[in-house]
C-alpha cells in the first residue's frame, strides 16, 4: 500500500496513531476478505464484495493522505 515509502515510518505510525492503526488493520480486513471472496472461500454476494471493495479503497485513500499530512 505504500510502496517507496521506508515500512519503519509506516510501522512507527502504526504505533503513534491510534486512527491510523486502526484504519491500516481494517484495511488489512477488508484486504484478506476480499480476497477470499474472490477465491471462493468466502461465500458473499457481489454486491456486498463491491461494498467491501469501495470501503478498502476509501481506507486506502485515507491512510495515504494521513501518511502524507504526517510526512510533508
Same mark, same amino acid.
Given at each position: =500500500?505504500? /510502496?517507496?515509502?521506508? +515500512?519503519? /515510518?509506516?510501522? &512507527? *505510525?502504526? @504505533? &503513534?496513531?491510534? /486512527?491510523?492503526?486502526? *484504519? #491500516?488493520? $481494517?484495511?488489512?480486513? *477488508?484486504?484478506?476478505?476480499? !480476497?477470499? &471472496?474472490?477465491?471462493?472461500?468466502?461465500?458473499?454476494?457481489?454486491? $456486498? *464484495?463491491? +461494498? =467491501? @471493495?469501495?470501503?478498502? !479503497?476509501?481506507? @486506502?485513500?485515507? !491512510?495515504?493522505? =494521513? #501518511?502524507? /499530512?504526517?510526512?510533508?
Amino acid at each position: =500500500m505504500f /510502496e517507496g515509502q521506508p +515500512q519503519t /515510518e509506516v510501522d &512507527a *505510525l502504526i @504505533k &503513534a496513531n491510534a /486512527e491510523f492503526r486502526q *484504519l #491500516y488493520n $481494517r484495511h488489512k480486513e *477488508l484486504d484478506k476478505q476480499v !480476497l477470499d &471472496a474472490e477465491l471462493g472461500v468466502l461465500p458473499i454476494d457481489d454486491v $456486498r *464484495l463491491s +461494498q =467491501m @471493495k469501495r470501503e478498502k !479503497l476509501a481506507a @486506502k485513500d485515507k !491512510l495515504v493522505r =494521513m #501518511y502524507d /499530512e504526517l510526512h510533508h
